[in-house]
């Protein structure tokens, strides 16, 4: 086949996703008639046909150790309180087991080697480099940088994916990069990150209002401070629900990314009490005021929600904290770290001989982000580091921890309810420690789905060419360019077939065209929204002209039921051709074969004439994007040409068809038909009469020759035949 297309529901896809359709993304792009082939060694994935539910495990031993050698017995789990069956095992190891077994000596490594004959499951790491910019400030965005340069520079593999994003306060989240294996470009994007979007006030304004707290009633002018301090606090709160929710959000949608997400957050993290409240000052009266806040429940449950999103999502959080940076030693105030007082005396009394400091409004720093950013890394299965200075340490675990994990799976009744389940796994070994996802959400109907989602479930099928179907029908994309000196691009042109069409279930269908360039990144983007009600269960030619300058792209062409979520993905590599010289020129072959009864959806845009160049009876005529038949006699061959204004021509053309598989010429027979004019040009109507064609590919080759300029010129165009 020339093309490959696949079908599927939204719930069971890989993430792809930019949050909005100008960032560019990279995916990892192929030949333009790319073949699916059943990889017997490919990882154990999400396939929404099959109910298996994938959990990753990491186990370590007392000390922190990756405990590399159980097996599927040694594991336990219970989905929702009830015992599983696991059915499923694979295990990923950062190091080969050669490499591990070599100072064994050589029955050890004759052993491993055994091992890694074995089919290989390993399946790349995932990581989001997040630079916080709400709660921090431009010391910690600074190590935070030198940290993830330095991850990048030494501990990313090979094949880890990587992805870059931040928040702030104005622009939200922000993906710089998707996931990707291009490492020089993430490299890149984290050089250039700035700190001019810093806003972490809150830490200051929570410290300011607890201190506060503490001092005697005075005069209006201090109550008016206080009830200044307050306002400032409630904003800081409301700043801080925004936070949640954005990061919630995202959550959400990182559910339909499978497999292990592991999130490097640089960050000062929201401050605990701003959530939880807590106590300050002493109630045993020592001239201060006691003040208890029971925090804000709204925040609290907004805040814990979070959390379970980020664990149900496999996404495991390893959080640095950015606030030591910015710590300094000042002799003559309080200490920042423990509050206590440098003056000497101030604010302590003596019980039983020991000091105690009245001023003390939390020894456990609840009025920093240090508990928010513990509490997110326990709750995900990550860890928390207190220190960003020490992060080329602290990233050394960051690899260990991530490079050595087991997948499990067993079998569940899958619904579409959006239910939470509660996942516990165990090893039967002592002395083991496991982490893991706290559990996970069903599926849910795809008219449920938020905006957020919605969209990166758009980045995702444009994304991902091997995601699983539920509709096996191939859905065909082929291109015609022509070599103009201006208003040069592509005219992407698909055929959907009509037992797609008549699988639309809502009353609108969108048509995406994405465009990527040699470097990955996105170019153009085409997008057309329609009612299918139009045309359910006829064959559908869509095209869309895409303005372009010369150079080869990968065009990919998304079409979505934006009430069901069903959809479809096709992609082929294109190539816009450089203005020729002075001379003959040939436009792209069009050939059509008979037929009529087509829906025709025009997506626009292009300045180049394309329905006057390629002008056809839709009546009589369908466009050959999918493969035809080896019976097949005749075929129509549309090929627009132009010469220099104003010179006369008389141009001759020949038709050569070869077999892609062996390279042999096919005898074929072609005539002029006749011409039409267009307003730069003309278009040549080529008949071509076929002998029976086994099954495979062929190049139809066009060449023209102007016998009065003495110039000449050829195009060329693919077709396949299916076996009757």
Known sequence: MRHQCFYYRGQATRLAVCLTLALLFSFSSGWSAPQQEQDLTRPLQYRVSVAL??????????????????????????????????????????RTPVEKAAAAGEQAVQKAQAVAAQPATATPRKFFLFFDFAFNHAKGITEARKAALHFLDTEVQTDDEVSVLTYSMLKGITFHEYLTKDHDKVRQVVDSIGSKDTAGRAHEIELKYWLMAQEPAGTDIQQSAERNRETERQEAKRLAETYILRLTALAKALRYEPGQKHFIL???????????????????????????????????TENEEMYKEFAAANCDIFAFDTRESALTTDLFAYDRMTFEDREAGRGMFSVGGIFQDATNVFQDEKTTGGNSLKRIADL?????????????????????????????????????????????VEVKRPGCQVRT????????????????????????????????????VNFPLSYISFPATEGSGLKVMASIPGEVTSRFEGEKVEYVVLVFDAKNDIRELRRLETDPRHYQGRTVIFSSVVPLEPGEYTCRLVIRDLTS????????????????????????????????????????????????????????????????????????????????????????????????????????????????????????????????????????????????????????????????
């Open 53 to 94: 539910k994938l959990i990753t495990v990491y186990v370590t031993d007392k000390k922190g150790n990756p405990v590399e050698d159980l097996t599927l017995e040694d594991f336990m789990a219970t989905d929702n309180g009830q015992p599983v069956k696991l059915t499923a095992f694979e295990k990923h190891l950062l």
């Open 266 to 300: 640089f960050s000062t993290g929201i401050p605990s009490s701003l959530i939880y409240g807590g106590q300050s000052g002493n109630p045993g009266g020592l001239g201060g005021r006691a003040k208890f806040d029971a925090g804000d429940r709204v925040l609290r």
């Open 380 to 424: 995900t299965g990550g860890k928390y580091f207190s220190n960003i200075k020490m992060y080329e340490k602290n990233l050394g675990q960051v690899q260990a921890l991530t490079g050595s994990y087991y997948v499990l799976g067993y079998s569940i009744d899958e619904s579409q309810d959006g239910t939470f389940h509660q996942v516990k």
């Open 437 to 472: 996802q706290s559990g996970y959400f069903n599926p849910k109907p795809f008219g449920e789905f938020t905006n957020l989602e919605k969209e990166l479930h758009l980045f995702e099928l444009a994304l991902n060419e091997r995601s699983f179907s539920r509709l096996p």
């Open 565 to 724: 979520g069903s959809s479809a993905v096709s992609s082929i590599r294109a190539s816009v051709p450089r203005p020729a010289k002075p001379g003959l020129k040939l436009g792209t072959p069009l050939i059509l074969k008979e037929g009529g009864g087509c829906a025709y959806l025009d997506g626009g845009g292009g300045s180049q004439p394309w329905p006057e160049m390629y002008h056809f009876d839709q009546k009589v005529y369908v466009p050959v994007v999918e493969t035809i038949s080896g019976q097949t006699k005749h075929l129509r061959v549309l090929v627009p040409f132009s010469q220099a204004e104003g010179s006369e021509q008389d141009v001759a053309m020949s038709v050569r068809l070869v077999e892609a598989a062996t390279g042999q010429s096919v005898p074929v027979a072609a005539s002029l038909a006749g011409t039409t004019r267009y307003s730069r040009g003309e278009t040549a109507i080529l008949e071509i009469s076929l002998p029976q064609l086994k099954p495979g590919d062929y190049f139809l080759y066009v060449n023209g020759v102007d016998r009065i300029a003495q110039t000449q010129a050829y195009n060329q165009t693919v077709f396949s035949v299916h076996g009757d």
